[in-house]
């Protein structure tokens, strides 16, 4: 699920489904990452960002590469 910017109320909310259901959240938010969406993508220096909650993303049974978890910047 995709988690579009403009939801900072309902967040939590829409990542206690997520969770319920086993779907995989994402966004182009960071800080909604590091709230509990399972990847985000941002920008840092000018450069793209992948960001891993691994805790979120093991709770639903993704499971990523080490390559890359190399390249993510990872929440734990």
Excluded: H, W
């Excluded at 995709?2 to 966004?27: A, H, K, R, V, W």
């Amino acid at each position: 699920l995709y988690i579009t910017p403009g939801f900072d109320n309902n967040l939590s909310q829409i990542l206690d489904i997520c969770s319920e259901n086993n779907i995989l959240s994402m966004t182009g938010v960071p800080s909604y990452a590091e709230s509990g969406t399972a990847i985000g993508l941002g920008i840092k220096n000018d450069k793209p960002e992948i960001i891993i909650n691994l805790k979120v993303s093991k709770q639903i049974g993704a499971d990523f590469s080490a390559d890359i978890l190399k390249l993510a910047r990872v929440i734990k």
